[in-house]
């Protein structure tokens, strides 16, 4: 008799302790510890998130229509020569000036190709201190150091691509042709037939416009942190700025 209570109150014992056990084990799944990322980690993490946008950016606005598609970046006459483009749609030419317009956007399209590698070497260059400011930055503070450390390499990079995509659609023609009839017109300010320069910046402002999107999408929006990395280190930094 002695012996099956001593085993029923092992038993009942053992019940106990599992049961305790199991509800901190509960306790501590419930309560997610915060892990704080290492510096390297930090660093990982916000290369691989810039490394996803700058690719994203660059394949979307180089795909076809990824310019002449997108009104956000669509590329259109210059401010100076809107006027000559209304006066000559208004003189029967609206196929000519729609025909800069494609080609311009056509242009750009082939020029986006050449930005990976630029912002690659970009990212490499990138210090502890490039990192930590960023992180913890403005919205934008990743696509304001692309400005800072590409633009001299994306403008040598795209003139030539620009210049000769421009060349391929009949883009310098039709906008030469342009700008030449509108000079005809009596009494207007007379048009600069260059189209590559304005071209080439417009094509790299529609990329960091693009760029600008995707890290703030990375930055609001949990869903766009697609690994682990990612989501442990902007975990971290939503915390250091709440």
């Not at 997610?32 to 930090?42: A, D, Y």
């Amino acid at each position: 008799m002695k012996s099956k209570i001593l085993v029923i109150t092992g038993l009942l014992a053992f019940i106990t302790f599992a049961s305790v056990d199991t509800l901190h084990q509960s306790a501590m799944a419930a309560t997610p510890v915060q892990i704080i990322p290492t510096n390297l980690e930090i660093g990982n993490g916000l290369k691989q998130a810039l490394e996803i946008a700058t690719n994203k950016s660059s394949d979307q606005l180089s795909s076809v229509n990824g310019f002449f598609g997108n009104a956000a970046v669509k590329i259109l006459f210059p401010p100076e020569a809107q006027k000559a483009e209304k006066t000559l749609r208004s003189l029967g030419m609206g196929k000519l000036c729609d025909n800069v317009i494609l080609s311009l956007n056509r242009a750009a399209e082939d020029a986006a190709k050449q930005a990976k590698p630029i912002f690659v070497d970009a990212l490499k260059q990138m210090t502890l201190q490039d990192v930590s400011n960023i992180l913890l930055g403005k919205q934008d503070a990743a696509t304001q150091y692309f400005k800072r450390t590409t633009t001299t390499q994306l403008t040598a990079k795209f003139k030539p691509v620009i210049q000769t995509s421009l060349n391929k659609a009949n883009a310098t023609k039709y906008y030469t042709d342009a700008a030449l009839t509108y000079n005809k017109v009596p009494f207007v300010k007379k048009l600069n037939p260059d189209i590559s320069d304005y071209a080439t910046q417009k094509a790299i402002d529609g990329l960091f416009m693009e760029i600008a999107k995707e890290e703030l999408n990375i930055r609001s929006n949990l869903g766009a942190r697609s690994t682990p990395l990612l989501q442990k280190v902007f975990a971290f930094a939503d915390k250091k700025k709440s």
